[in-house]
């Protein structure tokens, strides 16, 4: 059975509008863009764009006969973002999320049947019984990664935000492990089924936050679950519904993330019951991924790094904290084969951020993320990947009291 369902899977992915092979990119310097022209610039190679699928629904659709009306002004709006990136060679890795509209029904058409209906989350889980969802992914991977270049190229589809926090960042309602893994499965399986019809060899994802062994401190298990028991058990439904070429976006913030020494962390270890795997401890979680249960096809899944940052703290030593922490990063990230991307998060601080203030600029006064001006770390972060970044980075190693990067 199992391999019958892995010849559909190539036969098609052979009818695959556009079989073009996944890129591979001179480095993993990435980040969640805010200014095109600046992130060219900065010389990235991948790219974090956000969409708000419930944003694509639109009043005019009937979808109890299956007919969806799309908002055409949305998806060119998202078409200016991901083409000026993707024409210049950069990976763009789509963030597929869904909003609640706080429109009752239009939500009961998008979100999760049982997301919280008082609308106190951030990002609901996806609606896959009422047509929306199978609907919407068919339009945008055949948009971005199908025939149609002139729109942009998507080659990275992160289906949902920090799905093991099911309560605040994939709402579901409440649910235990077993009723959360076999809906976001669902649903990853929807997503990668519409792509496999358009591109063959664009890649899904799966997106966690940095617990591992433990959930969200103070959160009981049917609002947010440990990482490691949430990837376990999607490999296992999966490989028991007919497994698939699924990836992992992990986001490895340091474990107080009002603290950018990231090489301080104090209570995470190199074993596999960690309580968070951070930039500290990364190591853990590819080696986890070489489980030969967690395999596809004899290969281990693919990481990427999807969205962390390193706070600026406000004393004379923060940005110099800042840059050392991502110097830190990218030499830990060196180590890790299997680690395609590390997408910076965030191009500009963002005063809606609980005072986190992680950007490579900082933000205007009284605004929330117009760019006044760049940090230390903007100019570290431009040398990354080039000649210049040994220098660069050497010279702050001492900030973090190692005697040498491979410490």
Sequence with gaps: MRYLLLSLLL?????????????????????????????????????GVNI?????????????????????????????????????GILVYLIVLTYPSKNPAIDAVTLHPGHRKDYKFSVGAPNTTSGFFPAVMNLIAERWSGAHPEHGRIWGWIIGNEVNSHWLWNNMGLAPLETAVSEHEKAVRIAH?????????????????????????????????????????????????????????WHPYPEDLGNPRAWADKNVTRADDTIKVTFKNLDVLPKHLEK??????????????????????????????????????????????????????????????????????????????????????????????????RAAADKLLPVTGLKSWTD
Excluded at 12 to 39: C, E, H, I, R, Y
């Design 11 to 47: 036969a098609q992915s052979a009818l695959a509008q556009n079989s073009d092979p996944f890129p591979t990119p001179p480095n993993v310097k990435g980040l969640q863009v805010q200014m095109v022209d600046d992130a060219l610039k900065l010389g990235i190679h991948h790219a």
């Design 52 to 88: 708000n699928l419930t944003a694509l629904y639109t009043a005019k659709s009937k979808p109890e006969k299956g007919e969806f009306v799309w908002n055409e002004s949305y998806l060119a709006s998202l078409d200016r973002q991901i083409k000026p990136l993707s024409d210049k």
């Design 193 to 249: 089924t519409a792509i496999r019809r358009h591109s063959q060899n664009a890649r899904v994802y799966l997106s966690f936050d940095h617990h591992w062994s433990i959930g969200m401190n103070g959160i009981s298990p049917q609002e947010a679950l440990p990482g490691r028991d949430f990837l376990d058990a999607f490999a296992r439904l999966a490989r028991e519904r007919g497994d698939f070429d699924w990836n992992v976006a």
């Design 292 to 389: 030969p249960e967690l395999l596809f096809g004899g290969k281990p899944r693919r990481v990427i790094l999807s969205e962390q940052g390193f706070q600026t703290l406000l004393k004379p030593e923060g940005e110099e904290l800042q840059a050392a922490a991502y110097a830190y990063a990218w030499e830990k990230i060196a180590t890790l084969p299997t680690v395609d991307a590390f997408i910076y998060h965030r191009h500009v601080d963002h005063a809606h951020e609980g005072g986190l203030r992680l950007g490579l600029w900082r933000n205007a006064p009284h605004s929330v993320a117009d760019p006044h001006s760049k940090k230390l770390l903007y100019d570290l972060f431009q040398k990354a990947g080039t000649p210049e970044w």
